[in-house]
Nanobody
Framework: VQLQAFGGGLVQPGGSLRLSCAASGDISTIHAMAWYRQGPGKERELVAN???????DYADSVKGRFTISRESAENTVYLQMLSLKPEDTAVYHC????????????????WGRGTLVTVSS
């Protein structure tokens, strides 16, 4: 399963960005999609996730500012980011978990390469 993320860039504090990540390959079902981020000198942290029935969870630091959503037909997950702060600067990675549609029909846990978000004036 391959993931391709788009949408990173440079934005001023208070600005907004929308990240997207499309999964492709031998996918039967996807039961969870998520965004993680790793800032300079920091550990990777979970930003937001969404499960198969649309339930969402967010890190406290982004609640009320970020919104995760998914387009199931396109195997795509989005992250709408508003009111961005310098501390949101990080490489954002998408993560997708599901089941293969071909042998070995097992579950998979795939990571995207990451897209850089820089919040600076």
């Amino acid at each position: 399963v391959q993931l391709q993320a788009f949408g990173g860039g440079l934005v001023q504090p208070g600005g907004s960005l929308r990240l997207s990540c499309a999964a492709s390959g031998d996918i039967s079902t996807i039961h969870a999609m998520a965004w993680y981020r790793q800032g300079p000198g920091k550990e990777r942290e979970l930003v937001a996730n969404i499960n198969g029935i649309g339930r969402t969870d967010y890190a406290d630091s982004v609640k009320g500012r970020f919104t995760i959503s998914r387009e199931s037909a396109e195997n795509t997950v989005y992250l709408q980011m508003l009111s961005l702060k310098p501390e949101d600067t990080a490489v954002y990675h998408c993560n997708v978990q599901g089941f293969y549609s071909k042998y070995p029909y097992t579950d998979f846990n795939s990571w995207g390469r990451g897209t850089l978000v820089t919040v600076s004036s």
